[in-house]
């Protein structure tokens, strides 16, 4: 594996059993495990089959250790990420937007993790031992409502409080010029969390627009090509 | 779809492993890498994985939080956006 890919997933790896601004390193480990244990959820396959999910009874199989909220939430964003709709989020109650904010990013850092594992024929991580510690509850004070469901964190709102979640030191701003860069930013520390995930196994935002220069042994047209086949397999309209 | 005709190199093993890795079905998975390594390396592979993991975190923050795609991307994409279905992800939503 490129040393880079490799530190980078470790290091988030480690990130998921650390206490975070919402949820226990215990919470986060059970989210990291829910989501793995979402793949085997027969009510998943189902509603996965059925032209309008909500309308098909059952309950999750779940390994018990999260309440139904967020089990709901957890299977859902795993297994039919690209029927969720604003009425599935009105609706689903995981204590708060921030809280749903990190819950997600434990998701997601679990989902891409695995992905690249499975794929590159790689055993999966044993689950992390949970850090102890309290989480720090901190919401940042410049956030305010939309573009997406959530409150966000805009660059221009962000206050000395808060970490660097946009990468404007030393400058220019690397993480820039797209609303999924916000969709996190809620929780800071998540947003980072996912960001320094994703970007060595993608590319940073100043590499994405520098056409002259290969970062990666295929591409960027092949990259691109194979992120537009993983949104349109997983519908994802953005 | 085999990716014949998109113009992108290699494109015949790059997107069969795609497929195969989003089931997560070690079967369907080996063979597919087993000719992205033969045609293109292991460099190559591993690249193609993590940019297939990464994208397959990455929809799911934007589904999951509602963020929307950009106005003038949106704009600038509305042809082919309509040609390829996509604008019908947003009637499935719920």
Redesign the interface.
Known sequence: MRAELELSQQQAWHRVAAPGTWLTGAERVAIAAETRHALDCPHCAARKAALAPLSVPGTHASLGALDAADVEAIHRIHTDSGRLGQTWFNGVSTGGDARYIELVSVVVVTVAIDTYRSAAGLPPQPLPTPLPGSPSRHRPSGARPGPGWTATLRPEDVTADEPDLFREHPGPRERRGANIHLALSLVPHSMIHWWDCFEPMYMTGPQMRVFETEYRAISHAQLEMLAARVAALNQCEY | MT?QG?G????DV??P??????S?D?AR??PA?AAVLAV??E????????????????????????????DTKADDTADWREA?G??A??A???
């Open positions: 990716g998109s992108v190199p290699h494109a790059l997107l492993f795609a497929d195969a890795a989003l997560f070690s998975i080996a890498r293109l390396g460099a190559a592979m591993i690249d193609a994985a993590a940019v297939i993991a990464g994208f397959n975190g990455i929809t799911r923050i934007a589904d999951a939080t509602g963020i929307p795609l950009e390829l996509i604008n992800f947003q499935a939503k719920t």
